[in-house]
């Protein structure tokens, strides 16, 4: 049972470059999350999935998309990338969106 | 719009001694769940315990313990007979009953356990 896996673990983009981020769980939970994690700051939530067909804007949805590819796995695309994008990624999921969060490793991305 | 402060940026304790993180928010809701996550250096989040605002008794897990005091608005975290393993960052985090699609995070507390 790994729980919430994301790959990769570190990606270095230069300005203009697009990539995605993967997250997959095997826990059967129906609600996932993309969350960044910024230099002296909590996480903040990009964009969230509450069931399989669904996705809606978190805090700090702009220069992202996503995609909710089925249960099991939960896309994070940046289409354009900017330094400002240059953060720690997470994703999380739950039962449902009133349960607790379990969160993957995480993400470096530095974009240069 | 709801918010969390963790005022201490960096804590230390000794191993084998007690500690307390602090954690404040502020909330018009009357019904919501708070939580401390650790962040050891592998960046994992790991969830340590978990309380809902509807009880009065304070959540317990093992060595962690909570003191909630609703009317205060704060949410401490203890860490007894403190491990080097317990060396982390710190994350309080609250979520609404209503609104359940986010964790909202504060800024987090650095705790070092020296040997």
């Known amino acids: 049972n790994a729980g919430v896996t994301q790959t990769p673990k570190f990606q270095v983009l230069k300005t203009g470059q697009s990539m995605t981020l993967q997250c997959a769980q095997d826990?059967?939970?129906?609600?996932m999350y993309w969350y960044r994690q910024d230099p002296g700051m909590g996480l903040r939530l990009i964009y969230y999935?509450?069931?399989?067909?669904?996705?809606d804007k978190g805090e700090v949805p702009n220069g992202y998309n996503v995609s909710r590819l089925n249960k099991r796995e939960f896309s994070l695309r940046l289409e354009s990338a900017a330094p400002s994008q240059t953060s720690v990624y997470f994703c999380a999921s739950s039962v449902l969106t009133v349960d607790t969060q379990y969160f993957g490793p995480g993400t470096r991305l530095t974009v240069l | 719009a709801q918010t969390v402060t963790q005022s201490q940026p960096e804590m230390s304790v000794q191993e084998a001694e007690t500690v307390t993180l602090s954690c404040t928010y502020d909330?018009?809701?009357?019904?919501?769940?708070l939580f401390w996550y650790k962040q050891p250096p592998s960046r994992q989040m790991i969830l340590v315990i978990r309380q809902e605002a509807y009880k009065q008794q304070n959540a317990t897990e093992n060595r962690f313990s909570v003191n909630f005091q609703k009317a205060a608005k704060s949410f401490s975290l203890k860490i007894s007979d403190s491990q080097l393993g317990d060396a982390a960052m710190y994350f309080c985090a609250y979520r609404s009953a209503f609104n359940t699609d986010k964790l909202i995070f504060g800024t987090g507390t650095r705790l070092q356990v020296f040997p």
């Open positions: 826990m059967n939970h129906n609600s």
């Open positions: 909330t018009s809701e009357s019904d919501y769940y």
């Open positions: 999935s509450a069931s399989e067909g669904t996705t």
